[in-house]
């Protein structure tokens, strides 16, 4: 019995199925980011499954209370303040994401080939090829512009 053969087929197979989950969770994360950058709510919220989750400290900053939100409901009206008020210094340069071939996580670094950028950490548990729960993590250059409220809508 060859089951040298047999292995190879199983870690090919392996392969294929690892570079399916991390082309499918790429395809969420550049559509979510896309739409962000784009400022196109209905874009965005497209990326969310319908219960999902957003956690982040901008969701108090600009709502007040916790900074969570669940669902279409709750995140359509707080997504809609985020592309209404994001601010100039908010860009999106990054460096490819890890997975595990359920959750995303990428950082968008502070300094950048042009630039300084808000800096954060985003995590992103995707299934089904939608975001099911998002956690935002914010470095000091982003806190920094929560704290003079960059956010401010004239």
């Known amino acids: 019995m060859d089951t040298t053969r047999d292995d190879e087929s199983a870690t090919g197979t392996a392969l294929h199925c690892a570079l399916a989950l991390h082309s499918a969770i790429e395809t969420v994360t550049q559509a979510w980011e896309r739409a962000l950058a784009a400022h196109d709510l209905d874009a965005l919220l497209a990326c969310y499954a319908p219960d999902a989750t957003v956690e982040s400290p901008v969701v108090a900053h600009l709502e007040g209370g916790r900074g969570v939100r669940r ?7 707080f997504l809609a303040e985020v592309v209404a008020r994001t601010p100039d210094i908010r860009h999106y340069h990054r460096d490819g994401f890890f997975t ?7 950082e968008y670094p502070r300094v950048t080939p ?7 950490v985003e995590v992103m548990e995707i299934e089904d090829g939608l975001i099911q729960a998002h956690r ?6 982003g806190v920094d512009v929560l704290i003079h409220d960059g956010y401010h809508r004239e």
């Not at 935002?136 to 250059?141: C, E, H, I, K």
């Open 136 to 141: 935002v993590y914010w470095g000091w250059r």
């Open 100 to 106: 595990d071939g359920r959750r995303a996580t990428w």
């Open 114 to 120: 042009d630039g300084e950028q808000m800096d954060f």
């Open 71 to 77: 669902g279409h409901d709750e995140l359509r009206p």
